[in-house]
T-cell receptor, first 112, second 114 residues
Framework: GDSVTQTEGPVTLSEGTSLTVNCSYETKQYPTLFWYVQYPGEGPQLLFKVPKANEKGSNRGFEATYNKEATSFHLQKASVQESDSAVYYCALSDTGYQNFYFGKGTSLTVIP | EAAVTQSPRSKVAVTGGKVTLSCHQTNNHDYMYWYRQDTGHGLRLIHYSYVADSTEKGDIPDGYKASRPSQENFSLILELASLSQTAVYFC????WGLGVYEQYFGPGTRLTVL
């Protein structure tokens, strides 16, 4: 079945350093890939989505490239801020279906 | 803007008691979902629904029932609450069509079973 595996946390970084959260997926379909972010006390919210292979998504300085050959969708940011402290979820959904598969989440804490 | 609300926001229940968590969306979305969130497990799908008066089992349905009386409302019911059901529960909604649509989440309900 479909699955998503991502970097296990927690991850602690200093402000201004770079971030990479690895995400790998398994599916036999043609998925759309997502990154969600969850701030403390809130529900997850969409960071961005990428529906097509070899395309890049980005938002708020975060970016990820849909790599179909490597079945990966790694989240990157060049310089993190304290406000980026949150839990990040990688997810996939197969085209034509509305079932979502989430990774276990990666907790990020950024120290000023 | 899309809106999903949940009630109550937090609840303490006793083992063996009945618990009902409610979700309301004003997005006019067809799909609604219930997830539970636990440390180390992320988000796990309990039940979902794509039309009123119909529900489907997700990945971890045991011990939970769901009810979708209207397009806007979706409830999660724990008939006999157990300690293992202590978690944060999220409701979500999404549109449906030819593409893939993101899910919009509510703020969550923190359930503690004692």
């Amino acid at each position: 079945g479909d699955s998503v595996t991502q970097t296990e946390g927690p991850v602690t970084l200093s402000e201004g350093t770079s971030l990479t959260v690895n995400c790998s997926y398994e599916t036999k379909q043609y998925p759309t890939l997502f990154w969600y972010v969850q701030y403390p006390g809130e529900g997850p919210q969409l960071l961005f989505k990428v529906p097509k292979a070899n395309e890049k998504g980005s938002n708020r300085g975060f970016e990820a490239t849909y790599n179909k050959e490597a079945t990966s969708f790694h989240l990157q940011k060049a310089s993190v801020q304290e406000s980026d402290s949150a839990v990040y979820y990688c997810a996939l959904s197969d085209t034509g279906y509305q079932n979502f598969y989430f990774g276990k989440g990666t907790s990020l804490t950024v120290i000023p | 803007e899309a809106a999903v609300t949940q009630s109550p926001r937090s609840k303490v229940a006793v083992t063996g008691g009945k618990v009902t968590l409610s979700c309301h969306q004003t997005n006019n979305h067809d799909y609604m979902y219930w997830y539970r969130q636990d440390t180390g497990h992320g988000l796990r799908l309990i039940h979902y629904s794509y039309v009123a008066d119909s529900t489907e089992k997700g990945d971890i349905p045991d011990g939970y029932k769901a009810s979708r009386p209207s397009q806007e409302n979706f409830s999660l019911i724990l008939e006999l609450a157990s300690l293992s059901q202590t978690a944060v529960y999220f409701c979500a909604s999404s549109d449906w069509g030819l593409g893939v649509y993101e899910q919009y989440f509510g703020p969550g309900t923190r359930l503690t079973v004692l």
